[in-house]
């Protein structure tokens, strides 16, 4: 079973910033890919980034310029970092991590991706 745990998220004025944090312990995902999702109340589960088995970043339009993703990895354990700046209404969502293992599912389709963490609340106002 493999755990993928979110922390960072709260309750930001616009145009500040947030930095989201998902740790796993399973070094099976050092070198798969990773990506952050996130959900408005109301709408579908959407893409915001994801980073794959060669360390190539990719981001949703809407979040190009002010969200980086980065990665960590750690003797003990993966950490996927999303950086967020410049927060807009928009922005406003429950923000999930997920990892896949088989690089041809690493895509912007949230179907695709096999493992997920529990959430985590971002609320832009």
């Known amino acids: 079973h493999v755990q993928l745990v979110e922390s960072g998220g709260g309750s930001v004025q616009t145009g500040e910033s947030l930095t989201l944090s998902c740790k796993t312990p399973w070094n099976i995902l050092r070198d798969n890919c990773m990506g952050w999702f996130r959900q408005a109340p109301g709408k579908r589960r959407e893409s915001v980034g994801s980073i794959d088995s060669d360390g190539t970043i990719s981001y949703a339009n809407s979040v190009k310029g002010r969200f980086t993703i980065s990665k960590n990895n750690a003797d003990d354990e993966t950490i996927l970092t999303l950086q967020m700046n410049s927060l807009k209404l928009g922005d406003t969502a429950m923000y999930y991590c997920?990892?896949?293992?088989?690089?041809?599912?690493?895509?912007?389709?949230?179907?695709?991706?096999?493992?997920w963490g529990q959430g985590t609340q971002v609320t832009v106002s």
């Open positions: 997920a990892a896949e293992t088989e690089a041809w599912r690493c895509t912007v389709v949230p179907d695709h991706f096999t493992y």
